[in-house]
T-cell receptor, first 110, second 110 residues
Framework: DGGITQSPKYLFRKEGQNVTLSCEQNLNHDAMYWYRQDPGQGLRLIYYSQIVNDFQKGDIAEGYSVSREKKESFPLTVTSAQKNPTAFYLC?????????FGEGSWLTVV | KQEVTQIPAALSVPEGENLVLNCSFTDSAIYNLQWFRQDPGKGLTSLLLIQSSQREQTSGRLNASLDKSSGRSTLYIAASQPGDSATYLCAVMGYSTLTFGKGTMLLVSP
């Protein structure tokens, strides 16, 4: 079945470390997105990519980096520059008017 | 910059009640508006999508309306059930991004 796979589901990061969250889709969608969700809050856009080898900053890109070397993959790196990274991260892809979400990744700083 | 506001932030009702969730947005230049459901610790499930040219959409006990000129949408849930308990998110699709509200947390008690 087609869909979006995020991994890992749960991740713990020590302060000062970079970590990478994986997002893979087999829907053949051009556009992919990363959102961050804090408890009791809506989703805030980190980065998005509308085509391979191109991506744009969203509203809260500081401390994050992405790459889009393949159509099906859009990994998100949470760098040590992100001072408050503990959150729920959601990856999504859009085709036309339809948006598909992954199941999310929980990142906790320890 | 598009801003999306949802009222109320939380709602608790007894089973069987009809209820209305509200969503407002600041920029009426949208392609569509979507309502999502999110269960705790999970990704998002699309409930209803209303194109900018449409006034409403219905699915089962759910009815969503859109008044683009006034920047408002409502989600009506008929005969609420405990299984409806979740967070409901409203999102508007602009040129390249999807902007979310903070959500309404709904609790339906038996």
């Amino acid at each position: 079945d087609g869909g979006i796979t995020q991994s890992p589901k749960y991740l713990f990061r020590k302060e000062g470390q970079n970590v990478t969250l994986s997002c893979e889709q087999n829907l053949n969608h051009d556009a992919m997105y990363w959102y961050r969700q804090d408890p009791g809050q809506g989703l805030r856009l980190i980065y998005y990519s509308q085509i391979v080898n191109d991506f744009q900053k969203g509203d809260i890109a500081e401390g994050y980096s992405v790459s889009r070397e393949k159509k099906e993959s859009f990994p998100l790196t949470v760098t040590s520059a992100q001072k408050n990274p503990t959150a729920f991260y959601l990856c999504a892809s859009i085709a036309g008017n339809t948006i598909y979400f992954g199941e999310g990744s929980w990142l906790t700083v320890v | 910059k598009q801003e999306v506001t949802q009222i109320p932030a939380a709602l608790s009702v007894p089973e069987g009640e009809n209820l209305v969730l509200n969503c407002s947005f600041t920029d009426s230049a949208i392609y569509n508006l979507q309502w999502f459901r999110q269960d705790p610790g999970k990704g998002l499930t699309s409930l209803l999508l209303i194109q900018s040219s449409q006034r409403e959409q219905t699915s089962g006990r759910l009815n969503a309306s859109l008044d683009k000129s006034s920047g408002r949408s409502t989600l009506y849930i008929a005969a609420s059930q405990p299984g409806d308990s979740a967070t409901y998110l409203c999102a508007v699709m602009g040129y390249s991004t999807l902007t979310f509200g903070k959500g309404t947390m709904l609790l339906v008690s038996p």
